[in-house]
């Protein structure tokens, strides 16, 4: 009776409610510029994709995750599409389809497949009896999931950003982004997301967004929380959500626990490079004692590492990566190990020399052919690496 009464009381707030509206005083304000806010909107939206990993995930083809989810208080007790408030699942999606695989762990429901593939639904119970008919759960949920992981990826897809000034939570300061599809204002049957970005790191750290699909009124807030990195792309360990419906608590709590890349493309890359990396080792000459380069690489090794993979966007999994400081003259001398060949690229001022081609000449790093390109990529991200 209690869950009727509250269903009732829904009922009756969805009747009398308007759509709800994520667009903040910086946006209706006179001084809004639209074409200007966009462009920087845009370049956020980048901004989060790169600090996330994108140079990574644009190759992952299938990937799979061991995922948790917990409801809490009323709200979470209707919205709950299980027999248990908290289920531990299996999540199989590939980045370039809407939808994908949930097997269930929880006790009720125990191995329990739902399925959303092509705008269809399947479930499969543990008896292996089967049910093509449409489930809203199901075609809700699995791809509920499959956007809230993959987040600061697809949001990239929205048609309408805008950049929607800052604003502080619990002390801290954060850029704000907005976007929706065909236009920024409330629509009937498209969601508005406004992103709260830290701005040290690129991050989502909170998400903004309305539910039209279920209730137009409603909105939810997600806070991402602990990040971690997998294969050179950043997931949050927490994601928690609080409906404007019921202050203090939290809707539901989802927990990915680990993440593993099933499925892979390969790289388009130069034929110089298209090789087994197994070691990428960094060399410039400072003339330290090995003493002080001990102490330095030791202060320096994570950080530099992950420098030069933002600078080698694109590659595949280097697998153990070796940074090493030498002494001798100011040069910088990059060298890539495969299994059947070694790639070195040397550096002096502007000029690039490349031992196993043109005969070991120096060349502009700026010139127009690809591979100088690459090679001008890689001296830039060396001089990031070590702060020139």
């Not at 927490?238 to 419906?245: L, M």
């Not at 590492?305 to 280097?318: D, E, H, T, V, W």
């Not at 120096?362 to 010139?367: A, I």
Request: glycine share 6%.
């Amino acid at each position: 009776m209690k869950i009727n009464l509250a269903i009732l009381l829904l009922v009756v707030i969805s009747l009398t409610g308007c759509l709800s509206d994520l667009r903040n005083e910086f946006i209706k304000s006179d001084e809004y510029n639209p074409l200007i806010q966009s462009s920087e909107g845009k370049k956020y939206l980048a901004k989060v994709a790169e600090a996330s990993g994108e140079h990574v995930w644009k190759y992952v083809e299938k990937y799979e995750v061991d995922f948790n989810d917990s409801f809490n208080g009323l709200i979470g007790s209707l919205a709950k599409p299980y027999k248990d408030k908290e289920v531990d699942m299996l999540l199989e999606y590939s980045p370039k389809a809407f939808g994908g695989k949930m097997t269930l762990k929880n006790p009720k429901q125990l191995d329990e497949v739902w399925i959303y593939e092509d705008g269809k639904t399947l479930k499969i119970k543990s008896d292996s009896t089967s049910n093509y008919k449409t489930n809203k759960k199901i075609k809700f949920w699995v791809p509920t999931y499959q956007y809230f992981i993959e987040f600061p990826f697809k949001i990239r897809e929205a048609t309408n950003v805008s950049y929607a000034g800052k604003a502080k939570h619990a002390g801290k300061e954060y850029d704000l982004v907005l976007a929706s599809w065909n236009d920024l204002k409330p629509q009937k049957e498209i969601d508005q997301y406004l992103l709260w970005i830290n701005p040290e790191n690129n991050r989502i750290e909170i998400l903004e967004y309305t539910i039209r699909e279920q209730y137009g009124f409603i909105k939810g807030v997600a806070f991402y929380e602990d990040y971690f990195e997998k294969n050179g792309v950043w997931f949050p360990a927490k994601i928690k959500v609080r409906s404007n419906r019921e202050k203090g608590n939290f809707m539901h709590v989802m927990s990915i626990n680990d993440v593993r890349f099933i499925e892979q493309q390969t790289p388009d890359i130069p034929d110089f490079l298209n090789m087994d990396i197994k070691q990428i080792i960094v060399e410039k000459y400072y003339g330290m004692t090995d003493e002080t380069l001990s102490k330095r690489l030791k202060i320096t090794e994570e950080r530099a590492i992950r420098r030069l993979m933002n600078g080698l966007k694109g590659f595949p999994s280097a697998g153990n990566i070796e940074v090493r400081f030498a002494q001798t003259t100011p040069r910088y001398k990059l060298v890539l190990r495969g299994i059947k060949k070694k790639y070195e690229l040397e550096i002096v001022g502007d000029k690039i020399r490349t031992p196993q081609s043109d005969n070991g000449s120096f060349h502009n790093g700026t010139g127009a052919n690809n591979h100088l390109k690459k090679e001008a990529a890689f001296k830039a991200s060396i001089d990031a690496l070590f702060g020139k």
